[in-house]
């Protein structure tokens, strides 16, 4: 049995998928973490969950960033957003939780930061 599972595993059967890359967690998982640590309250500040929303939040941001640029130069931008735009955590987290149950489980972050971007600034 030992020699079976360690062929499968040279193989690579059992290997570990590769991580998503930063800005391709999904709309579910983040929103999973977050209402985890708001659940704990002032002790959600010593997790390490913090962390690692904070860094998918900016790499979703840089994932769109860098998509509406190209869009720009293609004169077609999907958003317009403020050179300064702020956008509040309660005011992301609502727009996340804006999308059906079923479906967040298939959308990255870096695309629900570019439709709250759309939604929040439109190009007129």
Known sequence: ????????????????????APGD???????G?????????????????VKVLMNEGKAAAAVYRARLEGERKAGKPS?????KASVS?????????SYPAAT?????????????FARKFPCR
């Open 25 to 31: 967690m999904s709309v579910a998982t983040f929103l």
């Open 1 to 20: 049995m030992k020699r079976i599972f360690l062929g499968l595993a040279a193989l690579g059967l059992f290997a570990v998928p590769a991580q998503a």
């Open 79 to 83: 958003s317009c957003p403020p050179p």
């Open 104 to 116: 967040r489980p298939g959308i990255p972050m870096h695309r629900a930061m570019g439709d709250f």
């Open 33 to 49: 973490k977050a209402e985890a640590l708001k659940a704990k309250g002032m002790a959600a500040m010593f997790s390490s969950d």
């Open 89 to 97: 955590s309660n005011e992301m987290l609502a727009h996340l939780a």
